[in-house]
Structures are given as C-alpha cells and as structure tokens.
C-alpha cells in the first residue's frame, strides 16, 4: 500500500496556518453569572432600579445553556429573585463579554503605552551628562510614579469591578 502523506503538525499553536493572537479574557461559560448561578451585582443593577447586593434576592441567572444554577441547593430559594428570563440573561451575557473585549483590548493598548512610556524614561535616564539635581531627581521620580499609577488604578479598578458578583455567594 501507499502511506499516507500527511501535513506536520506545528508543536506550537502560533506555528499554524491562520492562528491569530486570541485577546485574553476570562473563560467563563455564562457571561451573566460568571458560572456561579446568580447574576453578578452589576449586571443586575442594570435591570433592578436601585438593586443592592447586601439588600436584594439574589436574581437567578436564566441565560440559555447556562445550568450553573442547578447548583444551588432550593433551601436558597427564599433568597432568589426568580423575575429575570433568558432573553434578559442572554443580554447581560453578550453586554458583560463586550465589556471584557474592550477592556482586554484597552488593556493590552494601555501596556504598550507604558511601555513606550518607560522605555523613552530609561534612555533619558542613560543620555544624562551630569546628575539630577535632588529637585530634578524629585520631579523625575514622581512622573515615574505617575506613569505606573495611572496604569495600575485603571487596573485595580475594573478589577474590584468585576469581582463584585463573585462575592455575592461568598
Ligand atoms: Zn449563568
């Protein structure tokens, strides 16, 4: 017989023919709920006027396909708001993706501004023909400061952010 002629396999996936650099973003099945069941507090405030997560039922998530709220034992149900319906979840699903898209996508923008940012401080740094003065060496470490905090704030907040709804059923 003839063997067969097979094409390599790459080990690597960016080796293949048509990968293209996937953005990273959290792998949650259900966008709604974070696989948890209960709809994450932000979401839900879109659609409950005034809702608090310390205070209201917890909304049960309905998005189709997501079965995370199986998981929650019906000795709960006096704590669930059961008034969301799969169109309401499916919505709040495809809103929290697109919100981490443009977050990862702002993200991966905002790192390679750093590190311009950096990268042009350092080659100043080593172009200097004599020393700071203390009031120069002051200013230079504070725009410094300036550069990472502006980064990581933005960071930190999105972060607390989106870990609201993870707290709920801590
Ligand atoms: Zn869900």
Same mark, same amino acid.
């Given at each position: 017989?003839?063997?067969?002629?097979?094409?390599?396999?790459?080990?690597?996936?960016?080796?293949?023919?048509?990968?293209?650099?996937?953005?990273?973003?959290?792998?949650?099945?259900?966008?709604?709920?974070?696989?948890?069941?209960?709809?994450?507090?932000?979401?839900?405030?879109?659609?409950?006027?005034?809702?608090?997560?310390?205070?209201?039922?917890?909304?049960?998530?309905?998005?189709?396909?997501?079965?995370?709220?199986?998981?929650?034992?019906?000795?709960?149900?006096?704590?669930?708001?059961?008034?969301?319906?799969?169109?309401?979840?499916?919505?709040?699903?495809?809103?929290?993706?697109?919100?981490?898209?443009?977050?990862?996508?702002?993200? $991966?923008?905002? *790192?390679? %501004?750093?590190?311009?940012?950096?990268? /042009?401080?350092? #080659?100043?740094? &080593?172009?200097?023909?004599?020393?700071?003065?203390?009031?120069?060496?002051?200013?230079?470490?504070?725009?410094? $400061?300036?550069? *990472?905090? %502006?980064?990581?704030?933005?960071?930190? /907040?999105?972060? #607390?952010?989106? &870990?609201?709804?993870?707290?709920?059923?801590?």
């Amino acid at each position: 017989m003839d063997l067969p002629q097979l094409p390599p396999m790459p080990m690597r996936p960016e080796h293949e023919p048509g990968y293209s650099k996937e953005i990273w973003q959290p792998q949650w099945r259900c966008f709604c709920c974070h696989d948890t069941g209960i709809v994450v507090s932000h979401l839900a405030a879109m659609v409950i006027k005034g809702y608090n997560a310390n205070r209201s039922k917890f909304p049960l998530c309905q998005n189709p396909n997501c079965h995370a709220e199986v998981g929650i034992p019906e000795e709960y149900n006096h704590c669930l708001d059961f008034r969301f319906n799969g169109e309401i979840c499916a919505e709040l699903d495809k809103r929290e993706r697109q919100s981490w898209q443009d977050w990862t996508k702002g993200r $991966q923008q905002r *790192l390679s %501004e750093l590190n311009t940012k950096v990268s /042009a401080l350092a #080659e100043g740094m &080593s172009l200097r023909k004599r020393q700071r003065t203390p009031s120069e060496e002051i200013e230079a470490q504070r725009r410094h $400061q300036e550069v *990472l905090d %502006e980064y990581t704030h933005e960071s930190v /907040a999105h972060r #607390e952010n989106f &870990s609201v709804g993870a707290e709920i059923i801590n």
